[in-house]
């Protein structure tokens, strides 16, 4: 087979079918981009251009509070500051990963409701000169071009208003959770419609709502049908009537939340968090003829890679089968990761995705 596109592999992908190769794609921290760069990566030269990644592009929009952006300290080791959700953080500035939350501007309905009136779908919230310049050659270049959704338990507990406070609402007061999930979630379709009917159009929404931990999930599958899975369900019926793909980032152990997901339409898994409980295998044998799924390979060896390696091996063949598949670990890569460790990560998975 003649070598396809990013959107055709990716198209096959969803429909199940196979391609010459399953897409290949990752997402390091911009601390093991600054590595990769003292050890190689030549400069103004993308990562993905570097490895040889699939073309896989996204659009965002601003459903925020618009809370003001200050910085409050910084030193030689990190800076703490104040985001557009109202949220006080500390950010490493030596290494990646997740910000350290230190206080919240929402944490009860009183300040929701504040924080609500300051929402509202204008269209100064889409950044419409990188669509411009952009959106054309993302075509051209064949890249999958996906809208990200910004709303759900995740955003709200680790971006928006606290984890234990909001696990503590789900059971005790949910009522003005749940209206942020949908207001969240009605400001980001209405901006949408916007770039949709402006003629850019996207392949693909996806939301990040990781519902999981190892070996489990944050709540019961009762109270995910009662409180989110109306607002998800609201996602991906949006989608459907736009003839677009549903892609949904859930890390943690959520392979109990599969069936509800499938019935209201998610298609396409991720990250397939292995080191949390998730089975490839299993997952692939049970649902891989109605759902498809991206990632499944364990970051946590990324620090082994004779162990990567060899998981590579086992689960590839198996994920790729039928299609259904994108290549990528089932988190992102850190800084503990070389430039020749990725390089090798990249040809292995090319060697191993592709089909006779």
Not at 24 to 39: H, K
Not at 294 to 307: E, S, V
Not at 333 to 346: A, Y
Request: net charge negative; proline share 4%.
């Amino acid at each position: 087979m003649a070598a396809l596109s990013t959107h055709e592999r990716v198209t096959r992908m969803y429909a199940h079918r196979e391609a010459d190769m399953v897409p290949v794609t990752d997402g390091p921290w911009d601390a093991t981009v600054a590595r990769w760069r003292r050890e190689g990566l030549p400069a103004g030269v993308s990562y993905e251009d570097y490895f040889g990644l699939d073309r896989f592009v996204t659009i965002g929009v601003d459903n925020s509070p618009r809370y003001p952006v200050r910085e409050l300290e910084r030193t030689a080791e990190y800076v703490v500051g104040t985001t557009a959700f109202g949220v006080t953080c500390r950010n490493w500035l030596q290494h990646g990963g997740v910000p350290e939350f230190l206080d919240f501007t929402v944490k009860d309905p009183d300040t929701w409701r504040a924080a609500k009136a300051r929402i509202a779908p204008d269209r100064d919230r889409i950044g419409w000169d990188h669509l411009k310049a952009n959106w054309a050659g993302w075509r051209q270049a064949g890249a999958w071009i996906t809208a990200d959704l910004w709303f759900g338990f995740d955003v709200t507990h680790s971006w928006f208003v606290g984890t234990e406070r909001v696990l503590e609402a789900l059971a005790d007061d949910a009522a003005w959770l749940t209206d942020i999930f949908h207001h969240m979630l009605e400001t980001d379709l209405a901006l949408y419609d916007m770039v949709w009917d402006a003629g850019y159009h996207f392949d693909a929404i996806n939301w990040y709502d990781d519902m999981g931990y190892k070996g489990h999930t944050f709540f019961s599958l009762d109270t995910y049908r009662r409180l989110l899975k109306p607002a998800h369900r609201r996602a991906c019926d949006w989608a459907r009537a736009r003839g677009v793909r549903v892609h949904l980032h859930s890390c943690g152990d959520v392979k109990t939340f599969i069936p509800d997901l499938l019935e209201i339409g998610v298609e396409m898994l991720n990250p397939v968090e292995v080191k949390a409980g998730m089975d490839p295998a299993f997952l692939k044998a049970t649902y891989g003829d109605r759902l498809a799924f991206h990632g499944g390979i364990n970051a946590a060896l990324f620090d082994k890679p004779d162990r990567l390696w060899a998981q590579m091996h086992e689960a590839i063949p198996v994920l790729k089968c039928n299609g259904g598949f994108v290549c990528g670990s089932d988190h992102s890569v850190p800084d503990s990761v070389s430039l020749e460790t990725f390089r090798e990560f990249v040809r292995l998975a090319r060697e191993l995705g592709r089909y006779p």
